[in-house]
């Protein structure tokens, strides 16, 4: 007998979004916030994506923010790649280089400086995997400088400078331990005021779009109901011309016509407990009369 080999079928539901969108959109939100000031309904509504999704896609905030910072750390190489290609020049390489990192620090893209540094003042000595990453950008980045400077002077191209390249050392500043925590506590709160700041520019923003969204929707109703009375009445004008042409065209129309208005008056004005009082000549009391009398039996036909 042959055994047939079960099919896999794939598990769950295939993801409907761009997880590296989302990791973008994370980012941004990290960067301007700061890891600490960044709170779970900021990441949902950043990245467009419900609870159950972003914990389904990426665990938790935590490790969306290292999927964040492997995005930033990846980028920031890979533009040093491109500014320092070996084979380009190295000079103007590394002035590139240092171009952007002017911009980056400088002017309205300054308010966020660099979410790499951000982080080290904010979780370096405190989470090992941020420690890591930190550590092996600053090394990735420190020798793709040293080899542009070791290109440059191997080119000649120093001298023109004044400079004699001995060799190349990059300096990090490494703060007292003794003050380290309350620079932390410091750049801790400076994202949180900040994050502040975004949080109440966006509730002034949301109260703004209500506000207006209260107008439009009263200006709608407003403009609606002008609409619906003009059509009203320029329907009850058309009934009432083609009433009036109907009843007009000869006396028992007119009589007719004044006989149903007459009606309708009496049917507006009186109630249960009115009290009527006729005449025997009167046109009501001749029609009740009539139609309280007794209709005749005819004789059964032989």
Known sequence: MRRQTPVQLPRGRPRSFDTEA????????????????TALPDL????????????????????????????????????????????????DGLRACLARYVDLTSGASGRRGCLLVATAMELAG???EVDRRIGSFFKAME?????????AKAAGKLAEFGIDLLDVRLKRVNYNPDVLDRIYQRMISERRQIAQRFRSEGEGEAARIA???????????????????????????KATEIYAHAYTQNAQAAEFYNFLKSMDTYRKVLTKDSTLVFSTDSDLFGLLKRASAKPQTLPPAR
């Open 22 to 37: 989302a990791v973008e959109r994370a980012m941004g939100v990290f960067w301007s916030r700061g890891y600490h000031a």
């Open 44 to 91: 949902l509504r950043a990245t467009k994506l419900s609870r159950g999704s972003l914990y389904a896609a990426f665990g938790d905030k935590h490790s969306l923010f290292l999927r964040a910072l492997d995005r930033y750390v990846a980028n920031g190489l890979r533009r040093m790649d491109i500014e320092l290609d070996p084979h380009g020049d190295p000079v």
């Open 126 to 128: 405190r989470d090992a």
């Open 143 to 151: 020798a793709r400088v040293a080899d542009a400077f070791s290109r």
């Open 211 to 237: 506000g207006q969204k209260e107008r439009d929707l009263n200006e709608i109703q407003s403009t609606a109901y002008r609409q619906v009375q003009q059509i009203r009445g320029e329907a009850d004008g």
